[in-house]
């Protein structure tokens, strides 16, 4: 096989198996679900660590199977949970923590594993960069990343789940493998074999349905009400979390009542035209439907959940024409669709995971901002109301979400809050549309109902009381960076092998911040789901490739003031657009201008990369230190809890500055080759 052929294999290897860790970790350890950016940050430190250790010619990284195999056969023993009893960040989680390990130990064991695990790919890509020109061997490095993060993308769009993903990897080891040594050929054979059973057991036996955000678990059930009369009922569990129940209208109507508390707070006369966000399996179209409307749009995102109310709802509210099913976002909706509604409800829109790349951006958080009840507010008719309800586990969240509605609506919405913390909040377009009368407030759970203001785009942290960082949160970020002095330390040698490039460390600490800032904003333009965040992640590579490209064609390469000068221009236009006239904009002019804005920064600084590394005395150093760099970035993005995301580019802007202070001092352009 070509160096450059192995070269692309094994990085498709490793980014295929880290994309395929943080969904497979994330839908096994309850954890993972809150706090899946500790895996990504354990790739960084094994990707680098791989880079440190690597030697010419030694192929060590061919033991990476059973570092897998190791890992996935442990997961099913470490016991879960997540701490529900403080009051200032809320999980939405109904799983017991009796028996569950402190997350901090969760996360430490699941952060050096991750680690151990993708130091093998990470040696195998690093071996090859012995062999070739630096930015020859990055350029193919990219190409091969790119391919293991589409061949993901293309799994999930077609459904397929953990047999495949395994088999991937298993193809791609066997034929990186192949020039090794038969007895490390059989070890890996051996250790394949357990990671595919490992990651197939759970859907041949267990009929697992891996959505693209979810492994979920249909369970069937007989619900029994009051009386004593019985119903069949499913039980819909996603990543080990009860999430959503498909039964008969009239018994959760009987069991919940808050379903049918907005049709008892709007004013009289026909339903008329509804829109449902969260729709899920169809309970809230089914009951929009029977209040007589006459037409929903429900809005889920995602396809497996609204399949199995097809499938299952026994209603079939999806059957029905008057419904028009929408899979996506539904903040996206909102900035889309010129319908006008005589209601629309938020009905239970609580996701059970994080947004790839970012550490605390759940799919709906962009759905409960001020911003966004204004866009429910742009899209009413004369007369027309808006209504949320959930389980809010916190009376300072119920408080939060009718402040929010009174900034967006310009008056009180209507509260009842019943058992369990459960409320509804509807809120006329004008105040004469809404009947709250007497409150239906349960004083037994609700006692203070005022809560903190409402949370913005900038900073969408709705669960999050304060602004700040949770002190499980900290104790995280100085765990991942206190194992990571000591790895380094001891497995990859002396620091000061990579002293020389402390300015890459920076570049790479600041590139992470970047690529959050791209997730983050293209998901509160284009939507949370999985398909724009694909997107993103190739849309990076694409542009980091670009940036090599031109750096490797170019008579001349700039001079770093001019590069970093470059730099700076796109990072203050990046700062100073607006992200209000953006959602302003149509959506084909939003998609350019968004793209040119977002990735002009990894554009700038992939070029001041690329330029200084090819001229680096220590190829594989000089790529740990970057590789480490951005894992201190992901560190620092736990600041967005309290200064919001676009500051994430101020503080990228001073990493630039860093890094630019702390390279070499080239005063003249430097020539090629």
């Avoid at 099913?325 to 005589?342: E, N, S, V």
């Avoid at 206190?482 to 620091?495: D, F, H, N, T």
Wanted: aromatic share 10%; charged share 15%; with cysteine.
């Amino acid at each position: 096989m070509s160096v450059r052929l192995r070269l692309f294999l094994a990085s498709a290897l490793m980014l295929f198996t880290e994309l395929m860790l943080i969904r497979w970790l994330g839908a096994n350890l309850l954890h993972l679900s809150y706090f899946s950016n500790i895996v990504l940050l354990g790739s960084f430190l094994g990707i680098g660590l791989g880079f440190l250790v690597a030697k010419p010619d030694r192929r060590r990284g061919a033991w990476f199977a059973p570092a897998l195999a190791v890992l996935l056969l442990a997961v099913p023993f470490i016991p879960g949970g997540v701490d529900q009893t403080g009051s200032d960040l809320i999980y939405f989680t109904a799983v017991s923590t009796e028996g569950a390990w402190p997350p901090v130990v969760t996360l430490t064991l699941v952060f050096v594993a991750v680690a151990a695990v993708l130091m093998g790919p990470a040696i195998m890509v690093a071996e090859c960069f012995f062999e070739l020109p630096r930015l020859d061997a990055y350029r193919f490095d990219l190409l091969g990343s790119l391919a293991g993060t589409v061949s993901f993308a293309v799994l999930s769009y077609v459904g397929a789940g953990p047999v495949v993903w395994s088999i991937v990897i298993a193809a791609l080891v066997l034929a990186l493998v192949g020039g090794s040594r038969l007895t490390t050929q059989g070890i890996a054979v051996v250790a394949l074999g357990v990671v595919v059973y490992s990651m197939s057991v759970g859907v041949l036996r267990e009929g697992d349905i891996w959505s693209p955000y979810y492994k979920i678990q249909v369970i069937d059930q007989v619900a029994t009400d009051q009386a004593g009369t019985q119903t069949p009922a499913y039980a819909v569990i996603a990543n080990g979390v009860p999430h959503q129940a498909i039964v008969d209208l009239d018994f959760r109507l009987e069991a919940e009542p808050f379903y049918a508390q907005p049709y008892e707070r709007i004013t009289e006369g026909p339903v008329g035209d509804v829109l449902v966000v969260g729709a899920g399996n169809g309970s809230d179209v089914a009951l929009a439907l029977r209040q007589g409307a006459t037409s929903v749009d429900a809005v889920e995102i995602d396809p497996r959940i609204k399949q199995l109310g097809v499938e299952l709802h026994p209603q079939k509210p999806y059957d029905d024409p008057r419904v028009t099913p929408y899979i996506g976002d539904g903040r996206a909706f909102l900035h889309t669709t010129d319908k006008k509604y005589d209601l629309v409800i938020f009905a239970l829109p609580d996701s059970l995971t994080l947004v790839a790349g970012s550490n605390q951006l759940r799919l709906e958080s962009y759905l409960f901002t001020q911003e966004a009840l204004e866009d429910v507010k742009a899209v009413l008719k004369p007369g027309g109301a808006f209504a949320m309800y959930n389980y809010y586990r916190e009376n300072w969240l119920i408080g939060r979400l009718a402040n929010t509605a009174e900034a967006a609506f310009g008056h009180a919405p209507c509260v009842d809050a019943f058992r369990a913390r459960s409320a509804v909040i509807v809120a006329g377009l004008t105040e004469a549309d809404q009947r709250c009368g007497d409150p239906a407030v349960d004083a037994s759970v609700v006692t203070d109902l005022s809560g903190p203001p409402p949370v913005h785009d900038e900073r969408p942290f709705l669960y999050l009381k304060d602004a700040s960082i949770p002190g499980t949160f900290l104790l995280v970020i100085v765990m991942v960076l206190l194992v990571s002095l000591i790895a380094v330390r001891v497995i990859g040698g002396p620091l000061r092998r990579m002293a020389p490039y402390a300015d890459l460390a920076c570049l790479g600490a600041a590139f992470l911040l970047l690529e959050t800032r791209a997730v983050t904003w293209s998901a509160l333009l284009f939507g949370t789901t999985w398909v724009v965040n694909a997107i993103v992640f190739a849309g990076v590579l694409i542009v980091v490739l670009l940036a090599v490209e031109v750096t490797r064609r170019m008579k001349k390469r700039p001079s770093r003031p001019v590069a970093f000068g470059f730099l700076g221009a796109t990072l203050l236009i990046a700062w100073l657009v607006p992200t209000s006239w953006l959602l302003s904009l149509p959506m084909g002019l939003r998609v350019v201008v968004a793209v040119a804005i977002a990735f002009g920064p990894v554009f700038a600084s992939n070029i001041v990369f690329a330029t200084r590394f090819d001229t680096t005395e220590d190829a594989t150093g000089a790529f740990a230190a970057n590789l480490l760099g951005a894992m201190v970035g992901g560190c620092l993005e736990y600041l967005a809890l309290v200064v919001g995301y676009p500051a994430l580019l101020g503080l990228a802007a001073l990493l630039y500055a860093g890094a630019f202070l702390l390279g070499p001092k080239v005063k003249s352009p430097v020539p090629v080759g």
